[in-house]
């Protein structure tokens, strides 16, 4: 503990003497932090408006920063591959070319600049000198990029007394963030603004809604990274919004089968909203239900058309708009409906069952709802790779009680639950099961699989 506590205002006093290097007409510097997370259970429920079981890391994003008097922002990293970024806030903020990883720094100032209005202000921001320093390798699935937008975000709101409350802004900054691209739910900011030390979150949406649950003590987690990188801002990204567009569809699927032969009204936008309804009982035996109104698994636009009873213009306009202003253009295959809702649907109730299973200790009960995430995150929602897979696999074979991709999939890192006594042999295992394949020098494989601590939010740290 102390010694983490050492490397952290290392990292602090590396951060703020770069910081003086680099900006030396600075009168003063403050320092904050916004860590990453990984998710233990619930993945892609967010956007669906049902819970996910997070809890943030020690890794995470450092930001050494003092105002300016004027709207410039200047943002250097510590990290020679991000080129220094340099722009003028204004009411609109254009984004750079896709890809481009300043686009996450202008996310959290294009929401904020946003939000001014509500508090009846039509000013702008002030701007801002900044130094970025991070140690969550991007495209890891440990959330990097949310980590970025909140940390910048946090200092807006400090340095503008904004005085925006974390959950709002939790709020705000998740539908921000679609700023970059990417048409992501609320788990990464909430979960980077509100972690706390030795706790694992539960997170409900819509309204957004915290509960703590302490970390069991005689386990950790283990982080393994694929090596594979999944990109928001890249493929990945496409990828993710396919499966965004999918619930949404298979949502409005849902209310017009219910509307049709109930002859009801009834409002169900997202998939978390069957069950807040009075036809929450079609979750109970939920293979019965999709196949009652799905008659197969993929749907063309005509089909869905014909379903709906919409013209495919309307659709399009309905459910293929995404924030970022562009459309997005479904495979000729058709959208993979009924197999997306069977894992999301069951997705939320693991997690339901996980949150009893860590309060009481349940662990090797637990483990196993991993394993069946997994599963149905590779089978039904197609979000892992071979690489993962083969994590997973050979992670149950070296001790770990359950194993799973974490994030949104397409690559990165997979969490391991395993006893804290195990966890050496656990490393070992995976080193020569998995990493000796793709390294073949002796070095240490520290960067890649490493223990996680639930940590705290996001803070002011000097
Ligand atoms: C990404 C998104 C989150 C969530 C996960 C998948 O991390 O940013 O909102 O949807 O994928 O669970």
């Not at 393994?224 to 801002?233: D, G, I, Q």
Request: hydrophobic share 35%; net charge neutral.
């Amino acid at each position: 503990m102390n010694g983490a506590r050492e490397m952290l205002s290392e990292r602090y006093a590396n951060i703020a003497s770069n910081f003086r290097k680099l900006f030396p007409e600075a009168e003063y510097f403050s320092i904050y932090r916004a860590p990453g997370r990984v998710n233990l259970i619930g993945e892609h429920t967010d956007y669906n408006g049902l819970p996910v079981l997070p809890m943030a890391i020690r890794q995470g994003i450092t930001i050494c920063i003092s105002p300016r008097d004027d709207n410039k922002v200047v943002i250097k990293n510590t990290d020679p591959s991000f080129e220094d970024i340099e722009f003028e806030i204004d009411f609109q903020i254009p984004p750079y070319p896709k890809g481009n990883w300043g686009n996450y720094c202008k996310a959290a100032f294009q929401t904020l600049q946003d939000y001014l209005p509500q508090k009846k202000e039509k000013k702008l921001l002030c701007g801002m000198n900044a130094l970025i320093d991070g140690n969550i390798p991007a495209g890891s699935g440990l959330s990097s990029s949310s980590a970025l937008v909140v940390a910048t975000a946090v200092v807006i709101n400090d340095f503008n007394k904004l005085n925006i409350d974390k959950l709002f802004l939790a709020e705000l900054l998740a539908v921000g963030e679609r700023y970059v691209g990417a048409e992501g739910g609320g788990m990464d900011q909430a979960t980077s603004l509100s972690g706390k030390s030795g706790m694992v979150l539960k997170i409900d949406f819509f309204p957004l809604r915290i509960e703590y649950i302490p970390f069991p003590e005689n386990y950790v987690i283990v982080v393994c990274n694929s090596l594979v990188e999944a990109k928001k801002s890249a493929s990945a990204s496409l990828a993710y919004n396919q499966r965004v567009v999918e619930c949404r569809l298979g949502a409005a699927m849902i209310r017009k089968f219910i509307e049709d032969k109930y002859k009801t009204r009834c409002d169900i936008d997202l998939l978390g909203d069957l069950k807040k309804s009075r036809f929450s009982y079609l979750l109970k035996n939920i293979d019965n239900t999709l196949d009652r109104i799905f008659p197969k698994n993929d749907f063309t636009l005509t089909e869905l058309s014909l379903f709906l009873k919409m013209d495919e213009e309307a659709i399009r306009e309905r459910y293929f708009k995404l924030k970022s202003g562009s459309h997005f253009e479904p495979p000729s295959s058709g959208l993979k409906i009924k197999s997306r809702l069977r894992h999301v649907f069951t997705e939320a109730e693991r997690v339901e069952r996980s949150k009893e299973c860590i309060e009481n200790q349940k662990m090797d009960e637990f483990g196993q709802l991993m394993y069946q995430s997994h599963k149905s995150c590779a089978e039904d929602y197609e979000v892992s790779c071979p690489e993962l897979d083969r994590l997973v696999e050979i992670a149950g074979g070296n001790g770990a009680i359950g194993s799973r991709l974490t994030g949104a999939g397409f690559g990165g890192c997979t969490v391991n639950m395993v006893h804290r006594q195990k966890v050496d042999k656990f490393k070992k295992g995976m080193i020569h099961g998995y990493y000796k394949n793709y390294f073949k020098k002796e070095q240490s494989f520290s960067d890649y699989i490493f223990v996680c601590q639930p940590s705290n939010g996001a803070q002011k740290v000097m």
